[in-house]
């Protein structure tokens, strides 16, 4: 059987399965999942698989009032959740782009992304963070202005 991962439509046939065989152990039933716990379930990645779906079902019913909603679950499976939805975002964003737009804005983003972390690292020391790049300290303020990072 492939991983949840890559099965996430039945993420929310097995959260059902799980809410009502929780309910039959313990006796306390909620009264199902509401659609936006659906879609964190859907969206969320499971490296636990199946296993780890079911901690999350029975830990959101020791915690729910009535029916499940994202606030029962946990805030890291809500927030990967959200983090791949936005992913999935970009990325179809970067669908309707032509390939050269598409990976130009790729870069600029990883370029952005790398500079600012890497200049937080050496708190802002652009010598140190061109050494750690592996970059002359000029092709290093290059990109820092190419890419607008944040620079404080």
Not at 37 to 42: E, K, P
Not at 93 to 105: N, Q, T, V
């Amino acid at each position: 059987i492939p991983p949840l991962r890559d099965r996430t439509g039945d993420a929310d046939h097995l959260a059902q399965h799980f809410l009502a065989s929780h309910g039959d152990r313990t006796g306390r039933r909620a009264t199902g999942l509401a659609p936006e716990s659906v879609h964190v379930l859907r969206q969320y990645r499971w490296p636990g698989n199946v296993r780890e779906l079911e901690h999350v079902i029975d830990r959101a019913v020791a915690v729910a009032k009535d029916e499940i909603r994202p606030e029962d679950l946990p805030p890291e499976v809500v927030a990967a959740s959200a983090a791949s939805a936005a992913q999935q975002e970009r990325t179809d964003e970067l669908a309707a782009l032509s390939f050269r737009d598409a990976k130009d804005r790729s870069v600029q983003a990883f370029e952005r992304r790398y500079v600012t972390a890497l200049l937080r690292a050496t708190d802002n020391n652009v010598s140190e963070a061109a050494r750690r790049a592996g970059l002359d300290r000029s092709n290093f303020r290059r990109i820092i202005k190419r890419s607008k990072a944040d620079v404080d």
